[in-house]
């Protein structure tokens, strides 16, 4: 495996093939008699009969060990695979999804991803700490095993870059966060909110990329999500994602969750990098959900302008609509 870097675009691409990869096994790999025999990063609980267990990912697209290797040809730069690349295994029951579980169950899971981020930020090679969950077999999904998985890169991504910019510079001009306002304003306006838990919002952002596309984001202003603000409850956060994709799966029960926080601010010397004296200002956490449906919007445009036939604030009335509890 490595990394190249194309020089327009400024994205990273993985190129090579993965090391043992197996056909799909007959028996799921995540059961609790076989997941129990693979080395545990972290278990939750500690002790006893596990609820939420992080493992290795078996054919990981990172690795731990090794130096980058930052080499170039000519113009082009290139790098080995240098991360880590995880799997929890949201639950030990093979027949339930992340939206099945309990609020109590979920907040495990938030808890688990909150930990992993902030340990793996530690290691000051890592710049970027991604959570993200594939469900469906249009969405990619690698076992019908509720799971999500856990990546540390040594580069921030590309998507997040524009954040981080965008971010950056509304706080330059503006002395406040773009988030925050764009909360306080959909809070105003109300047509493209889908539902609230306390001071937890999930909406259809205005410019949705794909039908159906939710944003959940903290009413207050926090840039990092393993570090919750004081008298923030995660159990509220719980509640809200599983009714938002219990109502989701109605319409599309395939979809990708994303969750963006902050990068890693630290330099090799243990120091905060100047470049981000700004990002607890103005940079703010929240989780992305993009659905994919049978008929996908499409992008037609390098430029990557969607087109999007359901607008929000029709998406957010119907998802309103429906029972998260039915």
């Given at each position: ?91 030990p029951q093979h027949d339930r999804r992340l939206s099945q ?176 004296k700004t990002l607890a200002d103005d940079y703010h956490w ?41």
């Amino acid at each position: 495996m490595e990394l190249r870097k194309d020089p327009i675009t400024q994205s990273w691409v993985i190129l090579g093939q993965r090391e043992g990869v197996a056909e799909a096994p007959e028996q799921c790999p995540f059961e609790p008699a076989k997941v129990d025999k693979i080395p545990a990063i972290l278990t939750w609980p500690a002790s006893g009969l596990w609820q939420v267990r992080v493992i290795p990912h078996p054919e990981p697209l990172y690795h731990v060990e090794g130096d980058p290797g930052r080499l170039a040809e000519g113009m082009y730069d290139k790098m080995g695979a240098l991360g880590a690349h995880e799997v929890v295994v949201e639950t030990p029951q093979h027949d339930r999804r992340l939206s099945q579980l309990s609020d109590e169950e979920i907040e495990r899971v938030l808890w688990v991803w909150a930990s992993r981020i902030a340990d793996l930020k530690k290691d000051a090679r890592f710049k970027y700490i991604s959570v993200f969950k594939n469900q469906g077999a249009l969405a990619g999904e690698e076992w019908p095993h509720s799971h999500s998985q856990v990546t540390a890169t040594i580069f921030v991504p590309r998507r997040i870059k524009y954040e981080l910019s965008s971010s950056h510079e509304w706080f330059k001009d503006k002395e406040r966060c773009i988030f925050c306002d764009m909360v306080r304003q959909e809070e105003k306006l109300g047509k493209r909110i889908v539902d609230v838990q306390g001071d937890y919002y999930a909406l259809c952002p205005y410019a949705s990329r794909v039908p159906y596309e939710i944003w959940l984001l903290h009413r207050r202003h926090n840039h990092t999500f393993e570090q919750p603000r004081p008298g923030s409850n995660r159990r509220q956060l719980a509640a809200l994602l599983g009714r938002v994709l219990r109502r989701l799966e109605k319409v599309a029960p395939a979809y990708h969750l994303v969750l963006h926080t902050s990068p890693s601010t630290m330099n090799k010397k243990g120091e905060m990098a100047g470049y981000w004296k700004t990002l607890a200002d103005d940079y703010h956490w929240h989780i992305e959900i993009l659905p994919i449906l049978e008929k996908r919007s499409k992008s037609y445009s390098i430029k990557e302008v969607y087109f999007n036939a359901e607008l929000p604030e029709q998406a957010a009335s119907n998802l309103r609509s429906l029972d998260p509890n039915s």
